[in-house]
């Protein structure tokens, strides 16, 4: 019984969470093109290897959302949590070391805009609006190490480049859609990378 309600939860839950809205404008065997709207987005940039980094962002940034705030206010959870990082990566990517910087993004609700939104009292803590972007996005499951984020990231940069697009040059994005308590085949994870304009289609 509780074996069946694990997955009837995690789906629940994500019926209930906003997501970004964007438009699937083409797709393609090994990843689609989507169309995003602008977005409001709180980020916090962290030091560490790549799962820390995420680890430690969250927990900022779920401060901030839980209250920690100038109107002591929650902020609705939304999915998902990306994380790129501030540098553009280059082949090869040297894991090995401790000290990369990361950006973990939570999107904002929908229904706030720049000047309703409370104000984190975490001067860590950006607010930031994003313009409408095209990216390339590849969608897989289970609890990827950072080595797999890696591997189907360069992946999917050589089916773009297959494809005839042309990346903007922006890091990519490793985005979770799920709670920690999901299971690891229910798990959503994509990797993003983004479209120069002159090339959308």
Avoid: C
């Amino acid at each position: 019984m509780v074996a069946l309600a694990i997955p009837a939860m995690a789906a629940a839950a994500a019926a209930r969470t906003e997501e970004p809205k964007y438009q699937v404008v083409a797709k393609h065997d090994a990843f689609e093109v989507r169309a995003y709207a602008p977005r409001l987005v709180a980020q916090v940039e962290v030091e560490g290897d790549a799962k820390g980094a995420t680890s430690a962002g969250f927990r900022v940034l779920a401060d901030f959302i839980f209250g920690n705030n100038t109107a002591g206010e929650e902020v609705a959870m939304t999915a998902p949590v990306d994380r790129s990082e501030k540098i553009a990566m280059t082949p090869p990517v040297d894991r090995s070391k401790q000290a990369d910087t990361w950006t973990v993004t939570f999107t904002m609700p929908s229904k706030y805009t720049m000047e309703t939104l409370p104000r984190p009292n975490d001067a860590r803590v950006k607010i930031r609006e994003l313009p409408k972007v095209r990216h390339a996005v590849a969608r897989f499951s289970g609890r990827p190490k950072a080595s797999e984020v890696d591997r189907r990231t360069r992946a999917l940069e050589r089916a773009v480049a297959e494809e005839g697009y042309t990346l903007a040059g922006t890091p990519p994005v490793f985005s979770q859609y799920d709670p920690p308590w999901t299971p690891s085949f229910l798990r959503r994870n994509e990797v993003r990378v983004e479209l120069r304009a002159e090339v959308e289609q």
